[in-house]
């Protein structure tokens, strides 16, 4: 066996494994998905519990004036909850359209706070430190400022967490917006609909862990206080609290009815800037979070570790390894004898791919269609071999910052 044979065997080993971590979080997802589908959510007992919803923004003026509105008319209690609107070292329009909303509606609590390049200006964990000094609620929810969340999304998530102690976090789903405008904002509509939502929804069936996607969760202000607020060094803050929950003994609930709408970035150059982002984000909180695999304490977490570790580390180096193997073994210049094995495995892994989606596509309305599973084809050979250099990319922005120690910023996803 030559040593092009031995590396092509450990890339498909790696690769397939994921792959089958994956497809057993696909299936177990799909089976929460079908179990919860006729229950109720539970009823919210006794008085309402006030709850904060924070806003944080930074040139949101294309959006922010269309989220606030849809967060007044949530369908919780109106003197139960307040909408802190943190507008962060904006230069666009934002201060003026909050204000205008706020001298509309003065009798209800609606707080704006406009930073500067002194306060704010620092990321979105920044600002949410900000706005919570100001947070009077038992209960916290975040939104992002580019939002419409349905009307029972709030009080979904409110009776979760305060019927079962054990939760510290619930998050409920986002849906994209804007599918339709782009070939690009389909292939996102469906990946968030598989790899984000039906993984989760499979994490909580197995583990009883969920990561919180950042926008439309809900988590108790104890938990804000007994952290210390937000890692400003963390620009995807909602994978690293996510991990300080689960430390504190906490549970985090996916609670799929609950339901906001968000825009997703409708050109390639946006969408790889906010993905280069995410990717950079979680790459700091896997090196942060790695000797938890060596503390007894955090042994219920350790999948979620070893999962982002793998995805981000291993198959990156798997899919390029094995990708450049088989080119060069296709113009002559390596030499291995199992190729047209791993050519059957990788048509293989397509079928699982395309098959898999294309199922859990069926837990949502208007998403089953065989336009679909052209879409799935046409993303595999396209949008996913992307994900490499997105990967990659963030990886190499991570060391940058890491060696010439820069702080977190604000990342503006641009807005339509």
Same mark, same amino acid.
């Given at each position: 066996?030559t040593?092009?044979d031995? @590396?092509?065997?450990?890339?498909?080993?790696?690769?397939?494994?994921l792959?089958?971590?994956?497809?057993?979080?696909f299936?177990?997802?799909y089976?929460?998905?079908i179990?919860?589908?006729n229950e109720d959510?539970?009823?919210?007992?006794?008085?309402?519990?006030f709850?904060?919803i924070?806003?944080p923004?930074?040139?949101?003026?294309v959006?922010?004036?269309?989220?606030v509105?849809?967060l007044?008319?949530?369908?919780?209690?109106?003197?139960?909850?307040?909408?802190?609107?943190?507008?962060d070292?904006?230069?666009?329009?934002?201060a003026?359209?909050l204000?205008?909303?706020?001298?509309?509606l003065?009798?209800?609590?609606?707080i704006?706070i406009?930073?500067?390049a002194?306060?704010g200006?620092k990321?979105?964990?920044?600002?949410?430190?900000?706005?919570f000094?100001?947070?009077?609620g038992?209960?916290i929810?975040?939104?992002? +400022?580019?939002?419409?969340?349905?009307?029972p999304?709030l009080?979904?998530?409110?009776a979760?967490?305060m019927?079962?102690?054990?939760?510290?976090?619930?998050i409920g789903?986002?849906?994209?917006?804007?599918?339709?405008?782009? @070939?690009?904002?389909?292939?996102?509509?469906?990946?968030t609909?598989?790899?984000?939502?039906?993984?989760?929804?499979g994490?909580?069936?197995?583990?009883?862990?969920?990561?919180?996607p950042?926008?439309?969760?809900?988590?108790r202000?104890?938990?804000?206080?007994?952290?210390g607020?937000w890692?400003v060094?963390?620009?995807?803050e909602?994978?690293?609290?996510?991990?300080?929950?689960?430390?504190?003994?906490?549970r985090?609930?996916?609670?799929?009815?609950?339901v906001?709408?968000?825009?997703e970035?409708q050109t390639?150059?946006?969408?790889?800037?906010?993905?280069?982002?995410? +990717?950079?984000?979680?790459?700091?909180?896997? /090196?942060?979070n790695?000797?938890?695999?060596?503390?007894r304490?955090?042994?219920?977490?350790?999948?979620d570790?070893?999962?982002?570790?793998?995805?981000?580390?291993?198959?990156l180096?798997s899919? /390029?390894?094995?990708?450049?193997?088989?080119?060069l073994?296709a113009?002559?210049?390596?030499?291995?004898?199992?190729?047209?094995?791993?050519?059957?495995?990788w048509l293989?892994?397509?079928? @699982?791919? /395309? /098959?898999?989606?294309f199922?859990t596509l069926?837990?949502e309305?208007?998403?089953?269609?065989?336009?679909?599973?052209w879409?799935?084809m @046409?993303?595999?050979?396209?949008?996913?071999?992307?994900?490499?250099v997105?990967?990659?990319?963030?990886?190499?922005?991570?060391?940058?910052?890491?060696?010439?120690?820069?702080? +977190?910023k604000?990342?503006?996803t641009?807005r339509?």
């Amino acid at each position: 066996m030559t040593i092009s044979d031995v @590396l092509m065997v450990i890339a498909v080993i790696c690769i397939w494994s994921l792959l089958l971590v994956n497809v057993a979080l696909f299936i177990a997802g799909y089976l929460y998905y079908i179990a919860t589908e006729n229950e109720d959510v539970p009823e919210i007992k006794g008085e309402y519990p006030f709850v904060t919803i924070m806003v944080p923004a930074h040139n949101e003026g294309v959006v922010i004036s269309k989220t606030v509105e849809s967060l007044l008319a949530l369908d919780y209690p109106h003197d139960r909850y307040e909408i802190i609107v943190i507008n962060d070292n904006s230069s666009d329009n934002s201060a003026e359209l909050l204000g205008h909303i706020q001298s509309r509606l003065p009798e209800r609590n609606l707080i704006i706070i406009n930073t500067d390049a002194v306060t704010g200006g620092k990321g979105k964990s920044n600002a949410l430190n900000i706005g919570f000094t100001r947070s009077r609620g038992e209960l916290i929810a975040i939104y992002d +400022a580019d939002n419409t969340p349905e009307r029972p999304a709030l009080r979904y998530l409110v009776a979760e967490i305060m019927n079962d102690a054990t939760l510290g976090a619930v998050i409920g789903k986002f849906r994209t917006r804007n599918r339709n405008a782009s @070939l690009l904002t389909r292939f996102i509509n469906i990946e968030t609909l598989s790899f984000q939502w039906m993984a989760q929804a499979g994490r909580w069936k197995l583990f009883k862990l969920c990561t919180i996607p950042g926008t439309n969760f809900i988590m108790r202000r104890s938990i804000v206080e007994s952290i210390g607020g937000w890692d400003v060094k963390a620009i995807a803050e909602d994978t690293e609290i996510s991990f300080r929950i689960y430390m504190m003994g906490y549970r985090i609930k996916f609670q799929p009815k609950s339901v906001t709408w968000e825009q997703e970035p409708q050109t390639v150059k946006v969408w790889f800037k906010q993905r280069t982002r995410w +990717a950079k984000g979680n790459i700091y909180v896997i /090196v942060k979070n790695i000797p938890l695999l060596f503390d007894r304490s955090a042994a219920k977490i350790r999948f979620d570790i070893l999962y982002y570790l793998s995805i981000y580390f291993l198959l990156l180096i798997s899919l /390029v390894t094995s990708d450049l193997l088989l080119v060069l073994h296709a113009m002559g210049y390596v030499h291995t004898t199992i190729a047209g094995l791993s050519s059957f495995l990788w048509l293989l892994a397509v079928i @699982l791919f /395309v /098959v898999g989606i294309f199922v859990t596509l069926t837990t949502e309305k208007g998403e089953m269609s065989l336009s679909n599973l052209w879409i799935i084809m @046409l993303m595999y050979v396209s949008y996913c071999q992307l994900w490499m250099v997105v990967a990659a990319y963030g990886l190499y922005n991570y060391l940058k910052d890491v060696i010439f120690k820069r702080e +977190a910023k604000w990342y503006k996803t641009e807005r339509y």
